[in-house]
C-alpha cells in the first residue's frame, strides 16, 4: 500500500461498515477497489469466493481483474467474481433456474430481436419503427424502475400509455413462451427473486460475503435494489462513485443513488478522493469552477501535484462547419511545427451526427483518417440471419436462432402461433424445431 495516498490507504482498510468512496475523475478509483480487494484477501481473511466486484462494462471488469492479478497470487485469487451487473444477474439466473421459472438454455434477446418481437407482436397496428423504439424505451424504463405490465397500465395517463403498457404485458408473455429473456431482466429477475424468497435471498448473501461496486452514480433502480438486497443488513459493502459524473440518466442511471445510500445504510462512511493524478493545475481549477455550478449531493474539490501546466485556450467558432475547418487547420499547423505524423492526432466528438462535418473538412485539406465506431459488421441485420441459419443447422436446441429467422423470409406466422409453438414444446420437453416438426 506504500503507492497509495492517505486518502486511499484510508479506504483499503476500512471494514467496519458500509463505504462509500466519493472519487473525483482521475483520482485512482480502481487503484482503491483492486487494492482492497487483496487487503480483503491477504490481510481481512475473506476468501477470493466470496468477494464480488461489479462494474459496468466488461473492458472495465477485465482491467479490474488483470490489476488484483498484479497484486496476488493466482492461487489466492481463485473463485473471485469481477463481472458486470448483466453478468452478476446471468449467473445468479443460470444458479436458479428452477426458482425463476426458466428452462436450460434460456435465450437472451439482444436489442435487434426485441424490436423483431414487438415488431410481431404489433404486426397488426403497422406501427413504423420509431414507434416502435419509443414502445421499447418506455418498457426498458418501466423494468428498470421495477414496474409489472399492470403496475404501468395502473399509471397510463393517456392512449399512448396504454397502448405501450398493453404490449409491454404481451411482450413479456411472449418472452415466457420462448423461454427468453432481454437485458432489463438479467437485473429485473434476480431482484424479484431475491425479494421474494428469503431462503434463496440468504443463500446470495452468505456467497457473496463483500461487495465492492465500481461508478455507482450510473446505477438505476433495479441495480441499486440488487446491490441492497445481496448485502443485505451486514453491509459488507463499498461503493466508488461520483455524481458529478453522471451522464446516463436518459438510460434511468440516478445518481440519487448515492444519497439513498445514507438511508438505506444509516451507518455509511463517507471518504473523498480529491487528489487528481491526470491533469495539470490551470485544468482542474477550471473543471471545480464548472462542477460549482452542479447541483451536489456532496461537495469535493479537486487538486493535482502535475504543476499549473499549459493555459487554457478557448476557442469560438461560428457554427459546426466553422469548428471542423479551425480543428483540421490547427492539425496541419502542428504537423509543421513539429513534424508529427497524422496517426498522432485524434479529434473527438459527442454523436455520431457531428463526423460528417469533419470529414469534410479533412478530405479538404487531404488529410488520411479513420473513423472509430459506427455499426459492427456482425451486427448488421442481413449478418445476424445468415448467422442464425448457421447456428441452428450447427445447433437444433438454439431457439433463438430459429425465432430470428422464422419469418425471414417472410412466412406469415404470427406470435400466436409461435407462443402456441412455445407451450407446446415446453410441454413436449423439445426444443421448437422439433415441436414444429411433429
Not at 366 to 387: C, H, L, Q, W
Amino acid at each position: 500500500m506504500q503507492d497509495l495516498n492517505p486518502r486511499q490507504r484510508e479506504a483499503v482498510r476500512y471494514l467496519d461498515g458500509p463505504l462509500l468512496v466519493l472519487a473525483g475523475a482521475g483520482t485512482g478509483k480502481t487503484r482503491v477497489i483492486t487494492a482492497k480487494i487483496a487487503h480483503l484477501i491477504q490481510a481481512a481473511g475473506v476468501g477470493a469466493h466470496h468477494i464480488t466486484a461489479v462494474t459496468f462494462t466488461n473492458k472495465a471488469a477485465r482491467e479490474m481483474k488483470s490489476r488484483v492479478a498484479g497484486l496476488i497470487d493466482n492461487s489466492q485469487s481463485r473463485g473471485l467474481t469481477v463481472s458486470t451487473f448483466h453478468t452478476l444477474g446471468l449467473n445468479l439466473l443460470r444458479r436458479e433456474l428452477a426458482a425463476s421459472g426458466l428452462r436450460t438454455g434460456f435465450t437472451i434477446l439482444d436489442e435487434q430481436d426485441v424490436e423483431q418481437l414487438l415488431a410481431e407482436l404489433n404486426k397488426e397496428t403497422r406501427a413504423d419503427k420509431a414507434s416502435l423504439q419509443l414502445a421499447r424505451s418506455r418498457i426498458s424504463a418501466w423494468k428498470n424502475d421495477l414496474l409489472t405490465p399492470d403496475d404501468a397500465l395502473q399509471q397510463a395517463q393517456d392512449q399512448t400509455d396504454t397502448f405501450h403498457a398493453l404490449l409491454y404485458a404481451a411482450y413479456q408473455r411472449a418472452l415466457r413462451a420462448y423461454n427468453a429473456v432481454d437485458f432489463d431482466d438479467l437485473i429485473g429477475l434476480p431482484v424479484t427473486l431475491l425479494r421474494e424468497q428469503p431462503e434463496l435471498r440468504e443463500r446470495w448473501q452468505n456467497r457473496i460475503r463483500y461487495l465492492l461496486v465500481d461508478e455507482y452514480q450510473d446505477t438505476n433502480s433495479a441495480q441499486y435494489e440488487l446491490v441492497r438486497l445481496l448485502v443485505g443488513v451486514r453491509g459488507a459493502l463499498t461503493v466508488v462513485g461520483d455524481d458529478d459524473q453522471s451522464i446516463y440518466a436518459w438510460r434511468g442511471a440516478r445518481p440519487e443513488n448515492l444519497a439513498a445510500l445514507r438511508t438505506d445504510f444509516p451507518q455509511l462512511r463517507l471518504i473523498k478522493l480529491e487528489q487528481n493524478y491526470r491533469s495539470t493545475g490551470r485544468i482542474l481549477r477550471a473543471a471545480n469552477q464548472l462542477i460549482a455550478n452542479n447541483e451536489h449531493v456532496f461537495d469535493k474539490r479537486l487538486w493535482s501535484e502535475l504543476g499549473p501546466g499549459d493555459p487554457l485556450r478557448v476557442i469560438t467558432c461560428r457554427d459546426e462547419e466553422d469548428e471542423a475547418e479551425r480543428v483540421t487547420s490547427e492539425i496541419v499547423q502542428q504537423r509543421f511545427q513539429t513534424g508529427q505524423a497524422h496517426s498522432d492526432f485524434a479529434i473527438l466528438y459527442r454523436g455520431n451526427h457531428q463526423a460528417r462535418p469533419f470529414e469534410k473538412a479533412l478530405r479538404t485539406q487531404n488529410i488520411p483518417y479513420f473513423i472509430s465506431g459506427g455499426t459492427s459488421f456482425f451486427a448488421r441485420s442481413e449478418v445476424k440471419d445468415v448467422m442464425a441459419y448457421l447456428r441452428l443447422v450447427a445447433n437444433p436446441d438454439d431457439d433463438s436462432a430459429l425465432l430470428r429467422i422464422i419469418n425471414t423470409p417472410r412466412r406469415e406466422i404470427g406470435s400466436s402461433t409461435l407462443e402456441g409453438l412455445a407451450a407446446y414444446a415446453a410441454e413436449r420437453g423439445c426444443n421448437l424445431l422439433s415441436a414444429i416438426g411433429e
